[in-house]
């Protein structure tokens, strides 16, 4: 059986003490973190091929 969604606006329940502009800044900052940890992930693995010992 397939669930399905309604259709219409979802509220999502705040935490206590974070407004909407608090939470858009630290997904924000998630994103940015997001990015730094994939490019330094792909650096890495790039240096790897470059520096490959047999």
């Given at each position: 059986m397939i669930a399905t969604?309604?259709?219409g606006d979802v509220e999502m329940d705040?935490?206590?003490g974070f407004t909407p502009e608090?939470?858009?800044r630290r997904?924000?900052?998630s994103r940015r973190l997001a990015w730094i940890l994939g490019l330094?992930?792909?650096a890495?693995?790039?240096l790897g091929f470059i520096y490959?010992?047999?």
């Open positions: 969604r309604q259709q705040l935490p206590q608090e939470l858009g997904r924000a900052a330094a992930a792909l890495i693995y790039l490959y010992r047999p």
